[in-house]
């Protein structure tokens, strides 16, 4: 789990078993990349809970808005 402060308040993202979750208070732009630095997900995103599936294991770097955090997806 982390948690990151954007213009809107607490955004936090969760990695699970092949999800990456964000509970986000704003719409908002996010953006998921890679430890190789492709850009896997890029959407926009509504406020309350958003989860992308089908996520393969590793490790993500996931931008919304101007916060920037990492996640764990198993």
């Known amino acids: 789990t982390a948690t990151g402060t954007g213009d809107g308040g607490a955004v936090n993202v969760y990695g699970g ?3 990456i979750t964000i509970q ?3 719409n908002s732009t996010a953006l998921v ?3 190789t630095g492709q850009i896997v ?3 926009k ?4 809970k958003t989860v992308f599936n089908g996520m393969q294991k590793g490790i993500y770097a ?3 808005g ?3 955090m990492k996640v764990v997806v198993n």
């Open 17 to 19: 078993n092949g999800t």
């Open 66 to 68: 101007s916060t920037v």
């Open 24 to 26: 986000s208070p704003t």
């Open 62 to 64: 996931v931008k919304i």
């Open 41 to 43: 997900k890029s959407t």
């Open 45 to 48: 995103i509504t406020s309350g």
């Open 33 to 35: 990349v890679n430890m």
